[in-house]
């Protein structure tokens, strides 16, 4: 059964950083684009980023471009998101998936995305 293990999520105030990694056993990630998306309490699921298998293609959600930066390690069998210059508004559960394609489209909808992980958790207070 395939697994996904993210982590990294905590507690921080406006302002800082957190890196959240994303890795998965029983999936070799390289065959796939990889996405993160989000869920604030009262709000519906949104894509934050995502990036092609090979690494060469990203996309961001408006709001974090110039703030968040999606990498992979296919070698490692992982994929991060850094979140610097976090505001309240980030605050969510933030998922892992692993889909077919990276685009807007797939990063608005998230249809294409099959594999999910449990999340973690990013509270942003002061």
């Known amino acids: 059964q395939v697994q996904f293990v993210e982590s990294g ?3 921080v105030q406006p ?4 890196r959240l990694s994303c890795t998965a056993s029983k999936l070799i990630l390289s065959y796939y684009a ?3 998306f989000r869920k604030a309490p009262g709000k519906e699921r949104e894509g934050v980023s995502c990036i092609s298998n090979s690494g060469v293609s990203t ?5 974090v471009k110039g703030r968040f ?4 390690d296919n070698a490692h069998n992982t994929v991060d998101l850094q979140m610097n210059s976090l505001k309240p508004e980030d605050t969510a559960i933030y998922y ?3 889909g077919t394609s990276c685009s807007s489209g797939d990063l608005a909808s998230g249809e294409n995305y099959g594999y999910w992980g449990q999340g973690t958790q990013v509270t942003v207070s002061s």
Do not use: F
């Open 9 to 11: 999520g905590g507690l």
């Open 59 to 63: 996309k961001y959600r408006d709001s």
């Open 34 to 36: 990889v996405g993160w």
């Open 69 to 72: 930066t999606i990498s992979r």
């Open 96 to 98: 892992c998936a692993a």
């Open 15 to 18: 302002g800082e950083s957190l």
